[in-house]
Every structure is written in C-alpha cells, then in structure tokens.
C-alpha cells in the first residue's frame, strides 16, 4: 500500500494481513498517514481494490508458459 506499484503479490499479503492474521484496518491508514501523508489515500486504496494487472506481473509468471511468457515481455 505504501510503494509506488501495483503488484498482484502486495495485494495478496494486505488480504492475509487483513483478513485472516487479524490486522486492524486502522493501523493501515495510519501507517499510510505517517509515511505518506502528501499522498491522496484514495490511490493505494484504489490499487487494492483494482484487478487490472499488467501482463509483466510477477504473480502471473507461473500461471503462465515459458514461451508465452517470453512473446509478452518482447512482443
């Protein structure tokens, strides 16, 4: 939630945090609040809530075959 990317992994381990390890919510917005508080809380939260990843993205190589992977990184 607090880097500048958009990565299928970081959103899997806010759902385990979140959901499953009991991790307060609030302690997340806080968190953002302190180290990124010139920031709009409206961009990590939409990257969370987002399914749109890119092709490139690492959580997606070993759903994908080696040569197919190969055609999207040089197309």
């Known amino acids: 939630m607090l880097a500048d990317r958009h990565a ?3 959103n899997f381990d806010m759902l385990v945090l979140l959901q499953y390890d009991g991790f307060p ?4 917005v806080d968190a953002y609040n302190t180290y990124r508080a010139h920031m709009d809380l409206k961009i ?11 092709l490139t993205d690492p959580g ?16």
């Open 60 to 75: 997606l190589s070993g759903l994908i075959a080696e040569d197919e992977e190969d055609i999207i990184k040089n197309p």
């Open 44 to 54: 990590p939260l939409n990257r969370l809530r987002s399914s749109d990843y890119p």
């Open 25 to 28: 919510y609030a302690d997340v």
């Open 8 to 10: 299928m992994r970081d």
